[in-house]
């Protein structure tokens, strides 16, 4: 299923992303250090991307996948991150999910599970 057109984003939404970029944890540092500037395989991300009344942590365009950082917060909110997913899916987007302990501790199967998920749409 293709995204729809693009979303309409709120003044507030654009704010509050770029407040979270200059805002990021050491998890979402870590991983943007890989996704960054194209390093991997060309694909071109973005970091704290709004995508309608959501903000996601990475995205890929061309893969229309969304990588979202899971920290500690995440465990609190686990009935609104499955309602934000599915909302994100209904959309058309794909939505992958890693910890902050998966990142820090494999942060190469990580970057390879993402470059796997991306190519797989791509191909």
Wanted: net charge positive; hydrophobic share 35%; glycine share 4%.
């Amino acid at each position: 299923m293709k995204p729809k057109k693009k979303l309409p984003i709120a003044s507030n939404t654009l704010k509050q992303a770029r407040r979270l970029r200059s805002d990021q944890t050491y998890a979402e540092m870590t991983l943007w250090s890989v996704l960054r500037n194209r390093q991997l395989d060309g694909l071109k991300f973005r970091r704290q991307h709004p995508i309608g009344k959501f903000i996601v942590d990475f995205y890929c365009d061309k893969a229309k996948l969304i990588v979202e950082v899971a920290g500690d917060t995440h465990a609190e909110r686990t009935v609104s991150d499955q309602e934000r997913t599915h909302w994100l899916q209904a959309q058309g987007y794909r939505v992958v999910r890693f910890n902050n302990d998966n990142i820090h501790n494999n942060l190469e199967n990580v970057a390879a599970e993402i470059l796997r998920l991306c190519k797989q749409h791509t191909n």
